[in-house]
Every structure is written in C-alpha cells, then in structure tokens.
C-alpha cells in the first residue's frame, strides 16, 4: 500500500538516506529502530511528504505522493512528528478538534472526541488549557489529534498511521496503553509505521521490525526473525541477548558494557 | 490595569467557553462607542437631537446637520474602519508567523507603507499631478504587500519562523524605509512636507465619506479571504509541517495571510497614517479572554479594534480642543505600557 522505491536523501553532502526500498502494509504494526541520527525520522519525514526524496519515489495506494493534494491525503494519512509546539492559549478539546476535517455534523465530532479523550486517558481534560498541561499529557493530546484526523473520511480505504516516537515522554503506564490503543486500531484499511527507542517494547507490540543505521535499512523482518543478538549488537554498539518469552522477546543488556 | 489583566489571565479554558457572549457584548459596544463619538467634538451636539438630524427633521439645527453629515459621521466611519482593519490585520499576521508579537506597525509592514505612500505624495505628483494622490490608498498597500513578503523570507527557515529574526528582521526593515522615506522628504516641496508630517504621525482628521469608502472597499477585499484563514491559521499554530499532515495548504494560505495583511494595512495607512499598537494589543487581549480560534478571534479583534480607535480619536479630539493631537500619539501612549507587560509576561516563549 506505501511503498519507498530506492529512496535516497541527502542534506548538503551528507547522505543521511541511502536507497532505501520498503513497503508497509496495512493491518501490521511496523516499528523502527536504530540509533540516533540513523535516519529514523528523516524517512518518515520522507514517507509522510514532509521532505522531498533526493533520489527514488514514494507511493500510496497506487499514486505517486506528488498526486495528492493536501486535504485528501489528509483523511488517509495521519501524523505524530517528534516535537510540535503551539503557540496560542487552544483548550485540549479545541487541539484535538484541530484533526477532524471542516464540515462534520456537530454530533459526530463530539462523539469522536469524547471517545480519543477516552482512549488516550485523557477524561476531564477537555477545557484544560494545552499549554498548561505536562510533556506527556501534550503528547497524548496530539496522540488523540492525529488519531481522530483518521476517524473520518471513506471507510473502506486503505489509511495510515505515522508516529514519530509517540511514547519518548509517557510514563510506563502510558507507554503501554498508548501502544496497545495503536495496536487496537489496526484493521485490513489500516497500518501503523511507529518509530521506537524502547526494544522491549517494540517486542511487545511490533509484527513487523525495520531496523535502521547509518541511513540504511538493515533488517526489515518479522519481529521474531528481526530481533537477534547478532543484527542489535552491531547496529547498537552494545552486547544485546535476546531471550525468548512466552510468545515474545525480552532484549536485555549489560549497562555498564557499552563501548 | 494591571490586576484587570491578570484577573484575565486566570480564566481557564473551562470559563473562557462562556465568552460566547463576547461577540454581541462588543457589536453592543461599538454601538455605543459611535453614538458617543458622533456627539463629541469641539462642538457639542445633544444625543436626544440625534435622530433628528439623522432623519432630517425640520426641528434640526442646520449647523449640527452639517458638522454632523460632513465631519462626525465620515469620521466616526473611518475611525470604525480603520481600528478594524489594524486589530483584524494584527490578528491574521500574528497567526501567519504563530507569534502573539507580530504587529503591523512593529514589524515594519506599515513603514513600508508609509514609504509608498509618501513616494506617491512626493514623485507621483511630478509625474502623475493630482490623479497620484487618488493612487494613493493601491500603492500603500503595494509597499505593504512587498514588506510582508520580504519580513516573512527573512525570518522562515525551513518552515520555521524565528521570532528574533523577525523582530531584528522588521527594525531593520523599518530603518530601511525611514531612511528612504527621508530622502524624499528631503527631495518635497514645502505644501508636500506639512502634507506628508501631518499624515504620518496619524490622523482621521479630514476624514470623507470618500476615505472611508475607499477603506471599505480594500476590507471587503480582505474579507473575502477569511474563510481561507479561518480554517488554516488554528492549523498553522501547529507548524507548516503540522498545518500540511492536517490539510491545509500551506502556501496558499501563507499567500491568503499576507495579501489580507498588507490589503488591511495598506488601506488603514493610506487613510489615517501609521498607527500603532492597535494591531498588537487587540488579538492579544482578546486571547485572554477568549478561543483562539480565529473563526471568532478575526471578527472579535475587528470589533474591539474599531471600539479602541474611537475612544482613541475621542481622545484625540478633546484633550486639547480645539485642536487636535494625532492619534498615533494617543495609541502609542496606551500601546507601549501594554506591549512592555507583554513581553515581561512572554519573556521565556520569546527567547527562542
């Protein structure tokens, strides 16, 4: 449904994206990996027509991302970028409204609030100001944002969640209901492309990993097969042992090894 | 003031959903302000001989009809008008750079006006005669336009628009223009120099029905775009990248904002001159109060703009009757205090 063919990008000399070719699949959480300034963000930049590939092309349901306008990719791609700041006094309800298209009966979009405010744990928040509110409350809220901009909009058509490390500022408790909300939207018209620091949770919750370093991918497997001592320990630069654990992986390391 | 302020800094979002009611409480307002700014003046007119004269019964004095029909009402209209324009434009460019400081007149969009517009007093009339000065209001807002343009290039670096470089960019804008501008003051006669002093300290002195008309017609042009920025600027205060993931494109709506801008700036110095702070102050007080949801913000800070402006001119006229300070002393006298709080109570968002 998304496909990358040969992408490359470059910033100045730097080639931060070497021909990069991927496809992601709706009803699959594919979690990436890798570590810092690996190209993690930049190819979801890329993927989410924030950034324009230097090299190869990218696209969604059958067109070329160039061909879509605006609004229409709008209601078919949704997107979490790593930090976004607002400048004016909105209330919470007012951010997450922020998603929903123009023109939706009154009706509906209180119901589709009322539900994303119950989803990401955010009840009696709804006249609360945004920018009083803690790190990572403001993520859920823009979690419940970018999640409802999905809400509406043709059913039966294949649609995609971006999310740029969604949990960096959530406490455990929240890092494993916002995940497990992700995980609860998947469907055959839907996927999820989430990027993750966490190995352990991206055990948890991943069906498929793509691994990143040094702007290429490495791995892109089933998170069974992509998790392994071998590939972890030289992308991460440290002694990784990836145990079995029930029907998962738990991925542990010595923390005073690293080097 | 100051405990009237911070009282309104304390409304949560749960008591500011009450100030629906904002909206007529303001049209109200602005009712009453332009009754009271009608009757005032050097000369008196009574408020209960009002409706006479506005129907033209026997019973009305033919003096006041006259001050009343020639001086007052275009004045009061254009005063309307104008404080509209500068609070509604204060508004759309403070949303356009996602900044609560950016101010026509503090960024140099009106010097740039000004520029044009003394550039039309001053060589327009060697080539042009009279007919320049009736160009007047179109190349105002030309040099608004080519401003905002230019401030916005300077201060947006990859989608991002830094509040410094704006600030600096706009003072340096500014000085470029005076700068020119005095060179060709340098270059007017003497009947150009009074002509171009008086304007440029502000004034609705000399209103007519036909400067308001004018005025009237440039924010008929940017009303038109409201419906575009309505919908976009909430979205932008996210960030381009934001607005465009949510479906707003961008580039037209940045393109929308500054035509509105310059349109509402232009016209507003073209008539009265450069007045500050009102586009400044008004969208800020009001998000104190209220949803910053442009939708209501832009028509709230129109009506709260023109309400400013009469009271403003009220002043104007009265304190020194019976002549007149420019106006742009006035509103620089109640803006400067108001933009030093703000940025006392801004200093850590601004430091970036």
């Excluded at chain 2, 106006?327 to 109570?345: E, N, S």
Aim: hydrophobic share 50%; glycine share 10%.
């Amino acid at each position: 449904m998304f496909h990358a063919f040969d992408v490359s990008f470059a910033r100045g000399r730097r080639q931060v994206i070497s021909d990069m070719n991927l496809e992601l699949r709706t009803d699959e959480l594919t979690v990436v990996i890798g570590p810092n300034g690996a190209g993690k963000s930049t190819l979801l930049k890329l993927l989410t027509g924030n950034l324009k590939p230097s090299g190869g092309t990218i696209w969604f349901d059958g067109r070329s991302l160039q061909q879509w306008n605006a609004r229409e990719l709008a209601g078919r791609r949704a997107v979490l970028s790593q930090s976004t700041s607002l400048v004016f006094p909105f209330t919470v309800h007012e951010v997450i409204s922020l998603g929903l298209p123009e023109g939706i009966y009154a009706q509906d979009k209180r119901a589709i609030i009322q539900e994303m405010l119950h989803v990401f744990d955010l009840n009696g928040f709804e006249h609360r100001l945004f920018q009083e509110l803690s790190g990572g409350e403001q993520q859920r809220v823009h979690l419940a944002r970018v999640v409802c901009q999905l809400k509406t909009g043709e059913a039966d058509k294949p649609k995609f969640l971006f999310l740029d490390e969604p949990v960096s500022n959530l406490d455990i408790k929240h890092q494993i209901n916002v995940l497990s909300a992700v995980r609860k939207l998947l469907s055959p018209q839907l996927g999820a492309f989430v990027i993750l620091h966490d190995l352990n949770l991206a055990a948890a919750y991943a069906d498929r990993v793509v691994i990143v370093h040094e702007g290429r991918i490495v791995s892109n497997d089933v998170m069974a097969r992509a998790l392994n001592n071998k590939t972890l320990s030289a992308v991460f630069g440290v002694d990784m042992h990836v145990v079995k654990a029930g029907s998962g992986r738990r991925v542990s390391y010595n923390a005073h090894e690293a080097g | 003031m100051t405990a009237f302020t911070g009282a309104m800094e304390k409304l949560s979002g749960q008591q500011r959903e009450q100030h629906r009611i904002l909206i007529p409480v303001l049209i109200v307002a602005l009712a009453l302000m332009s009754v009271a700014s009608v009757a005032t003046g050097a000369v008196k007119i009574d408020i209960s001989s009002l409706p006479g004269i506005l129907l033209g019964s026997d019973q009305a004095s033919a003096r006041d009809t006259v001050i009343l029909w020639s001086v007052r009402l275009p004045r009061t209209f254009l005063a309307m008008l104008v404080g509209a324009s500068l609070a509604a434009s204060g508004a759309v460019l403070q949303g356009l750079f996602r900044n609560p400081l950016a101010d026509p007149g503090l960024v140099g969009v009106s010097s740039g006006s000004v520029l044009a517009a003394v550039a039309t007093i001053v060589l327009g009339q060697n080539y042009f005669g009279e007919t320049a000065t009736r160009l007047l209001p179109v190349t105002a807002f030309i040099g608004g336009l080519l401003t905002t343009i230019l401030l916005y290039s300077i201060a947006t670096r990859d989608g991002r628009t830094y509040t410094a470089t704006m600030l600096l960019g706009g003072i340096a804008i500014g000085a470029i223009a005076m700068a020119l501008t005095g060179v060709l003051i340098f270059m007017s006669t003497e009947q150009q120099l009074r002509e171009f002093t008086f304007w440029s300290l502000g004034s609705l002195g000399g209103a007519t029905w036909a400067k308001a008309g004018s005025v009237s017609l440039f924010m008929l042009f940017a009303l038109c775009l409201w419906p575009i920025l309505a919908r976009g600027l909430d979205r932008l205060a996210l960030g381009e990248a934001e607005a465009g993931h949510m479906g707003v494109n961008v580039q037209i709506l940045k393109r929308a904002a500054i035509v509105a801008t310059a349109l509402l700036t232009g016209a507003a110095v073209a008539v009265s001159g450069a007045i500050g702070f009102i586009g400044l102050v008004v969208p800020h007080l009001l998000r104190l109060v209220m949803s910053p949801r442009h939708r209501f913000l832009i028509p709230a800070a129109a009506l709260l703009g023109a309400i400013l402006l009469l009271a403003a001119d009220m002043v104007a006229r009265t304190i020194v009757a019976p002549a007149e300070l420019p106006i742009g002393i006035v509103t620089a006298c109640l803006g400067g205090p108001v933009f030093l709080w703000m940025l006392l109570t801004n200093v850590r968002k601004i430091e970036t």
